[in-house]
């Protein structure tokens, strides 16, 4: 349409000029003739008072003739300028852009003035036609020979920090833990426009990267029209054969992987959801969109400026040859993120347990104080993948931990998690290869007899460095687990302990107390002593009983301190600091001064239903109460004082909060604000445990503000990620509430 009236215009604009050059020309030969004749006829006819008449007749009539041939050259200019006008706001309208608009020029004062501004429009007419042909050709151009500077380029930067910049930042250089470098040289130079698109319309399933089809085909060419524009220091060329099939052997390339790659991608290439520094290379989202040669020429060129160095020559993290690449190349998409098949048969007989299911499942809900792969951390929680302990314990023990938890500890009962949750998590520990493999049988129906008083002598001496001095754990500020609360004694048959004692926990400072190379050589009636001191500590059937001063309120931060880390660390950390894709940061500077002491109690009361965020109705006013005491005595830079009004009532359009919502917050926090389950790195913020304690307020004021030292930016002014209005932002809020 564009080109079709640029030709339209060309042609009226030369077919005026034609015209106007004869008609100027006719007329002013008119014109000088009949001033000629009439000059001529006055000097023959002088004299009598009839020729004076004549003579005046003459020169009204050649007045008349120069007016007239003055006024037809200005209606003809004033004609071609309006055509050309109406030509050139046609293509504007069309174009649906700025372009320059033909100037009207004044009225000419003298003939020859008229006649050097047909010259000048000409010319006019002719550089605004090569103006705007440049403009629509860098619109039909594909993307890969668009001009770096074209007008593409600022619209596909703005897209990107719309949609794009949260993870990756605004300039593309990626978080790491979050969103790998996007602008990266190697990066642009190995993957093709069709890697990035499939890429971003498809998503990559597991991580943060949301599939985003609400992008149109013509958005995306520009975001990557912006990324192929950016300044690319010493430059290289990659050519990448995504036709070429690369075979290896897969079971080389496992260990080969796991020397090279595992500590940053994760033991099967999980990435980030394994707490890994560089994305999840091992899963389907990449493996689906990558070709081979993709990854063979990644891992020889790397990622300059990342931690991801090349590995291929003497400059290499290591000198890996194409054989070797070839073998991880095998092990990412033949055994990539798949784990050996159970070994033991799972309780519940009406479902398939599923290792691979289980592992997620671990991920979401126990992996913050087990650790990766179950391995534990001292002071925190006990490995439980442990050849040991799955020797000793039974499904049905582990099982109860899970519903049950252990009172007085931070393992909370998890009777949320269904029957085959349950069963696809035991299936997930069982698959743990174990190198060489014990049999022990335990006997829930033996019962220990002993001396208490023995029992506590030996405790003391052998057990309440690791334990605590009466089994309160990591309560106590000990290494090892509370042994002699009721959680355990509720669980543990005495033969499980008797067989813990003598087996111990291999790959722990849970050392063996039997036998020459045991810590101490325990016989059993001292471990039995031992059991009869535990079973005096507690009632099995009574957890320890509130005392008066747990309800008091009027927090005491030192204690606070004490309480959160052993409730609260695992997820938050230690300094409450958050980590993305867990748990939000809640020493912020802005989510203290938003949030409210009741809001927080809330909180960690009810819990944030359907995230790891469990109700915690086991804490008592007293310790919650130091825990908000301690996150407000932690010290703050540059505080703020931001006013939540709890009664406020924000009424907006949905459908429209909808759209502003998939735009700024739906790559973070969701596409329906699912949070983290969505595999994204923010909180779910759609869920009915936020929206039911957070008011329309605190959500506008979070928004307006976000959270400092985090990936929520504010989204109010000028230097907001986005500048919302405030309407803009009740939007969003009306969407959230109608989401439940």
């Known amino acids: 349409m564009i080109m079709t009236l640029l030709a339209e215009q060309q042609n009226v604009a030369s077919a005026l000029d034609t015209v106007l050059i004869i008609l100027g020309v006719a ?3 008119v014109a000088s003739a009949v001033a000629t004749l009439v000059y001529f006829h006055i000097q023959k006819v002088k004299g009598t008072h009839a020729q004076n008449e004549t003579i005046g007749v003459l020169k009204i009539v050649a007045a008349a003739l120069v007016l007239l041939a003055i006024v037809m050259s200005v209606g003809i200019f004033g004609a071609r300028f309006k055509a050309k006008e109406v030509v050139n706001a046609a293509i504007q309208s069309d174009n649906g852009k700025k372009h320059r608009t033909f100037k009207t020029v004044s009225t000419p004062s003298s003939l020859s003035h008229n006649v050097g501004s047909i010259q000048t429009n000409i010319e006019q007419d002719k550089q605004i036609a090569q103006t705007v042909a440049v403009t629509a050709s860098a619109e039909v151009t594909p993307v890969e020979s668009a001009p770096p500077h074209s007008v593409v380029e600022i619209s596909g930067e703005q897209l990107f920090k719309n949609n794009c910049g949260a993870c990756h930042k605004a300039d593309g250089t990626g978080n790491v833990g979050l969103a790998p470098s996007v602008r990266n040289r190697d990066f642009l130079a190995i993957a093709s426009d069709e890697f990035i698109s499939k890429t971003i319309f498809n998503g990559r399933a597991g991580t943060a990267m ?5 992008l149109s085909s013509t958005q995306v060419a520009s975001i990557i029209t912006w990324l192929r524009s950016l300044e690319v220091k010493t430059p290289v060329n990659i050519k990448v054969d995504n036709t070429k099939t690369i075979t290896g052997d897969a079971e080389a390339g496992h260990l080969q992987y796991t020397l090279f790659c595992s500590s940053c991608h994760g033991p099967n290439g999980e990435g980030y959801s394994a707490g890994g520094s560089g994305p999840g290379i091992g899963l389907p989202g990449f493996i689906n969109t990558a070709s081979d040669d993709y990854i063979m020429q990644t891992i020889k060129h790397g990622r300059i400026g990342t931690a991801m160095m090349g590995f291929d020559g003497a400059t290499g993290l290591a000198n890996l040859n194409e054989t070797d690449m070839a073998n991880i190349i095998s092990f990412l998409k033949v055994k990539g993120g798949q784990l050996e098949t159970p070994k033991h048969k799972v309780v519940a007989a009406d479902v398939k347990p599923d290792a691979a299911k289980g592992l997620r499942l671990y991920n979401a809900n126990c992996m913050a104080c087990h650790q990766k792969d179950g391995l534990g951390k001292a002071g925190l929680a006990p490995s439980i993948r442990n050849r040991d302990f799955l020797a000793i314990a039974s499904d049905a023990f582990i099982e109860k931990t899970i519903t049950q938890g252990r009172a007085g500890t931070a393992m909370i009962p998890r009777a949320d998690l269904a029957g085959e949750q349950v069963s696809h998590i035991i299936a997930y520990l069982r698959s743990v290869e174990v190198a060489v493999p014990v049999d022990i049988t335990v006997d829930d129906h033996w019962k220990a007899s002993g001396n208490k008083d023995s029992g506590k002598a030996k405790y003391v001496q052998y057990c309440g460095a690791c334990h605590g001095q009466n089994g309160e754990g990591y309560n106590s500020g000990g290494a090892g687990p509370a042994i002699g609360l009721a959680g355990f004694l509720n669980v543990a048959s005495d033969d499980f302990i008797r067989q813990t004692v003598k087996l111990g926990r291999i790959g722990t400072a849970m050392m063996s ?5 045991g810590l101490a050589h325990l016989n059993e009636s001292d471990i039995g002593d031992v059991i009869v001191y535990l079973r005096s500590l507690v009632d099995p059937g009574v957890a320890k ?27 938050h950390q230690p300094d409450g600091s958050g980590r993305p894709g867990m748990a939000p940061s809640i020493r912020n500077r802005d989510f203290l001064a938003i949030a409210s002491d009741d809001f927080i109690k809330k909180t960690i009361k009810n819990g944030r239903v359907g995230t790891t965020m469990v109700a915690r109705p086991d804490l008592s006013e007293k310790q919650v109460s130091d825990i908000i005491a301690f996150l407000r005595s932690l010290k703050i830079d540059n505080p703020v004082n931001i006013t939540v009004d709890i009664n406020k009532k924000i009424d907006g359009n949905a459908e429209m909060g909808a759209k502003r919502f998939a735009q700024h917050c739906a790559a973070c926090h969701g596409p329906k604000g699912e949070g983290y389950v969505a595999g994204v790195p923010g909180p779910g913020i759609g869920r009915k445990g936020f929206l039911d304690v957070a008011c329309d307020d605190y959500i506008l004021q979070t928004v307006k503000q976000g959270r400092i030292g985090t990936a929520m930016m504010p989204f109010s002014g000028a230097k907001g990620l986005a500048n919302l209005t405030d309407d ?8 959230l509430r109608g989401l439940n």
């Not at 949301?210 to 609400?214: A, F, H, N, Q, V």
């Not at 107390?513 to 190379?517: E, R, S, W």
């Not at 005392?547 to 880390?565: I, M, P, R």
């Not at 803009?728 to 969407?735: M, N, P, R, V, W």
């Open 513 to 517: 107390f039997d036998g020459a190379k």
């Open 728 to 735: 803009e932002i009740g939007d969003i809020i009306s969407y």
């Open 545 to 571: 009983a509130k005392t008066d001063s747990d309800d008091q309120v009027g927090g005491n931060a030192v204690e606070g301190q004490k309480t959160f880390l052993m409730n609260c660390g695992a997820c």
């Open 27 to 29: 007329i002013l030969l």
């Open 210 to 214: 949301i599939p985003r089809p609400d």
